[in-house]
T-cell receptor
Framework: GAVVSQHPSWVICKSGTSVKIECRSLDFQATTMFWYRQFPKQSLMLMATSNEGSKATYEQGVEKDKFLINHASLTLSTLTVTSAHPEDSSFYIC?????????????????FGPGTRLTVL | SQKIEQNSEALNIQEGKTATLTCNYT??????LQWYRQDPGRGPVFLLL?????KEKRKERLKVTFDTTLKQSLFHITASQPADSATYLCALVYGNKLVFGAGTILRVKS
């Protein structure tokens, strides 16, 4: 249980174009999803928290107009990198919480997708 | 300032030995702490969660300790195997969020 998928797994685009990354919870409903970015040999940095049916909450320093997040259903959140530039090249990872879980994992445990490698030329 | 620190250098050990990874934090008071495994080019995979009122938690060959006085968690893998080679991340729950350390690379040699 608690499987999260991401699509695409990798994408290469030209500078100035927009890229959309999908994050799906496959076997549970996720009222909250999270988007992270990870640069090589660095930790995951939270970009934004996405709640179903409401606007995302962005972390300080993350441009909300550049990184558009939509969480239109309980199983799907999307991240669109608008007007991408080479410095946006990174590994983007989403996660989701299953609020019905208890026991070992706890309702606050996040389940991560496999990540999307974005390369902007 | 708030910090989460993990061994920055890779840990190289021989197969069959116990690997011990450290996570230290400052200026946080987490209700609980989690450990994740991350393989290259993949998202983190949840391993264990330990709450502030728990001293130790075990799962198969894994053991986690949590000392809120020292502000430290130790992660042990006993009888390590080459398949255990990966980056291990500790994460604190801070409000509604997870805050990650940079991770420690573990290499288990046969």
């Amino acid at each position: 249980g608690a499987v999260v998928s991401q699509h695409p797994s990798w994408v290469i685009c030209k500078s100035g174009t927009s890229v959309k990354i999908e994050c799906r919870s496959l076997d549970f409903q996720a009222t909250t999803m999270f988007w992270y970015r990870q640069f090589p040999k660095q930790s995951l940095m939270l970009m934004a928290t996405s709640n179903e049916g409401s606007k995302a909450t962005y972390e300080q320093g993350v441009e909300k107009d550049k990184f558009l997040i939509n969480h239109a259903s309980l199983t799907l959140s999307t991240l669109t990198v608008t007007s991408a530039h080479p410095e946006d090249s990174s590994f983007y990872i989403c996660s989701a919480r299953d609020p019905t879980l208890s026991g070992l994992a706890g309702a606050d445990t996040q389940y991560f997708g496999p990540g999307t490698r974005l390369t902007v030329l | 300032s708030q910090k989460i620190e993990q061994n920055s250098e890779a840990l190289n050990i021989q197969e069959g030995k116990t690997a011990t990874l450290t996570c230290n934090y400052t200026n946080y008071s987490p209700a609980y702490l989690q450990w994740y495994r991350q393989d290259p080019g993949r998202g983190p995979v949840f391993l264990l969660l330990i709450r502030e009122n728990e001293k130790e938690k075990r799962k198969e060959r894994l053991k986690v300790t949590f000392d809120t006085t020292l502000k430290q968690s130790l992660f042990h893998i006993t009888a390590s195997q080459p398949a255990d080679s990966a980056t291990y991340l500790c994460a604190l729950v801070y409000g509604n969020k997870l805050v990650f350390g940079a991770g420690t690379i573990l290499r288990v040699k046969s």
